[in-house]
């Protein structure tokens, strides 16, 4: 093996730490404060797991007995109780059979604990993802994230497992061993055996933290190549557009070239690490089965004598074997419960004040107050805007790509908080009221409304889980969509796909709609809601808009300055700046930035009818 550096010494340092910090984070879920059922059954199966050893540990005191009075060795104990070679037989067959037992129930018991352990964690973590902030979600990277949480609850159980049910146990075993060793034979039994159980331990230690390294990478491989494959699977049409299956096909066969290479080191490692663990207790046991034969032969010891020795190292080895697989395994899962619990500590960038009251919406007024913004600290985006929108009317946004349209609504909804500045809501600032309470006083409908892999019913009822199916149906009228549905063949049962993909654009959009009907919200956010449909499916669509508008304070996003000339006011937005607000016609007559992108997106659909 190579020398140990300087900076591996640090890498493994930081490990330790990394360890203990997981399994500190992991013992309130072993242990929880406030509910006693737990502790009631983590306990019992803890003394299950002792009364499995001390019966484990004293019988091959019965096997000892047995080939003693066979051997004609045997002597009148009064723990015999004259019970002969076949009762001693039958006694050590009842004691392996206790053994077992104590140790199923002990996993019986300890089960709930486990899978609640499990259950909690991984609400916790999926509770978590749903907190954190759009910027985190935007730079995700899907596969490797699953892939991440997977592995970390999975860890979570092995641990709870192992450490309690091997580490402990073994210990225990190993203690009570070396006592029966050293009383009731000879201290240098127990010397070898020490020596032999240091040395394995070392060894075992030293080659799987060596290991560990090797299988980080191989985690980081896999992780890398799943992410590859979802990635490419989540774009299968952008795929088939350029015809680049092969190229997908040898980016991801890449990565498994690496996890191939990074996982062939594992299997040569762990080969060495087998040879290794094998030559050091075959040694030890030898030596002591050597000295227990010594024994017999000068009549120190009897036969049975022998035979137990035999017991106890055969007893010896096989936690002692499992120790590696047992050690790896732990030191693995913290690798990846400590990549779940940094997932975990993750900052949720929109905290709520501690506090804070739900949002009171009684007209549905914004208002932005000087609001600056941006993104990163380097690059505002929003650069003192001042406007206001009073209730149940519309606001329409236009501008330029890039000029901070679509950041209004993401702060209108509270994806982000303002840097600078004020964004209010009926003289709230949204920054004292309840993220919650944000959310459900606006609806949303988005450029490309992306829809749960699940029924049409499903989908519009996710605005209300629980509206009846008739509110749910009157949603469809509204939005347009109901005729469509029951033309189906399995109507509103019929699934939509991953990613709402079995439907067109248009009836897409007319499911998002119903859905942000049904939610009824008394703010109405429409980000482009139309601008990647056709010119005939988006005037189609646009009534159904102007209805479900009709009595609430709307903020429209717009790219065709067509679907917005009838809007209360219209800001243009240029840089994070208005250069322009006002009504339509003011606009016009103006001759300024709106009247210019007027004229050139009228002339553009000119050109479209007349090639038409």
Do not use: C
């Amino acid at each position: 093996m190579r020398r140990l550096t300087h900076t591996d010494a640090n890498l493994s340092d930081t490990a330790r730490v990394s360890g203990l910090r997981t399994i500190k984070k992991v013992v309130p879920y072993l242990w929880p404060a406030d509910q006693s059922w737990v502790k009631f059954r983590v306990f019992a199966a803890m003394f299950m797991l002792l009364l499995a050893k001390v019966v484990a540990v004293g019988t091959p005191f019965l096997y000892k007995a047995a080939v003693d009075v066979l051997a004609g060795d045997g002597t009148d104990a009064p723990w015999m109780l004259g019970v002969g070679a076949v009762g001693l037989t039958v006694a050590y067959g009842g004691a392996r059979l206790v053994t077992v037992g104590f140790q199923q129930l002990r996993d019986v018991i300890f089960a709930k604990v486990g899978q609640r352990a499990l259950r909690s964690l991984a609400l916790e973590t999926f509770r978590h993802m749903h907190r954190l902030s759009l910027r985190y979600h935007i730079g995700r990277k899907t596969g490797g994230l699953s892939r991440i949480i997977e592995r970390g609850v999975k860890g979570v159980d092995f641990l709870l497992r192992f450490l309690l049910f091997s580490i402990g146990p073994l210990v225990l075993e190993l203690l009570m061993i070396s006592a029966i060793l050293f009383f009731v034979f000879d201290v240098w039994y127990l010397a070898v055996v020490v020596v032999t159980i240091s040395l394995y331990i070392w060894f075992t230690f030293s080659v799987t933290e060596w290991r560990v390294k090797i299988r980080k990478e191989m985690n980081d491989q896999d992780t890398d190549a799943n992410q590859k494959a979802i990635d490419s699977l989540l774009n299968f049409e952008t795929v088939k557009y350029f015809g680049s299956e092969e190229r997908e096909a040898t980016r991801y066969d890449a990565s498994m070239k690496g996890y191939e290479a990074a996982a062939l080191k594992t299997s040569y490692s762990l080969g060495f690490l087998n040879f290794g663990q094998s030559l050091l207790i075959t040694s030890g046991l030898v030596g002591v089965m050597v000295m227990a034969a010594i024994g017999v032969q000068s009549g120190d010891l009897t036969v049975g004598d022998f035979v137990m020795v035999n017991a106890y190292m055969v007893q010896i080895t096989m936690p002692l074997n499992f120790l590696g697989t047992v050690y790896r395994e732990i030191r693995q899962a913290l690798v990846d419960m400590g990549e779940m619990f940094d997932l975990l500590e993750q900052p949720a960038e929109i905290e709520d004040k501690p506090n804070a009251k739900a949002l009171s919406v009684t007209n549905g007024e914004v208002s932005f107050d000087n609001v600056v913004f941006g993104y990163e600290p380097s690059r505002p985006i929003l650069k003192g805007v001042s406007l206001k929108v009073k209730a149940g009317q519309t606001l329409a946004i236009v501008g330029p790509s890039g000029s901070g349209k679509s950041t209004i609504g993401r702060l209108l909804f509270r994806f982000y908080d303002v840097i600078d500045g004020a964004l209010r809501i009926d003289g709230q600032d949204v920054r004292d009221v309840k993220s919650q309470s944000v959310h459900a006083q606006i609806g949303v409908v988005p450029q490309d409304t992306v829809l749960f892999n699940d029924t049409i019913y499903y989908n519009i009822a996710y605005g209300q889980p629980d509206a009846s199916r008739e509110e749910v149906e009157d949603a469809a009228r509204a939005a347009k969509i109901h005729d469509f549905v029951k033309s189906l063949p399995d109507g509103y049962q019929t699934t939509v796909g991953e990613r709402g993909l079995k439907l067109s654009g248009g009836e897409k959009q007319r499911v998002g709609i119903a859905r942000t009907l049904l939610k009824n919200p008394p703010i109405l956010l429409l980000d482009e809601a139309t601008s990647a449909l056709d010119s005939e499916t988006e005037r189609n669509i646009q009534d159904s808009l102007h209805e479900m508008a009709e009595g609430r304070t709307v903020i429209t996003i717009a790219h065709r300055l067509s679907t917005i000339a009838d809007a209360d006011q219209i800001v243009v937005l240029e840089n994070g700046v208005i250069v322009e607000q006002g009504r339509h016609e003011e606009l016009l007559e103006r001759g300024g930035r709106y009247s210019q992108m007027w004229h050139r997106q009228q002339q553009g659909e000119d050109d479209v009818i007349a090639v038409a």
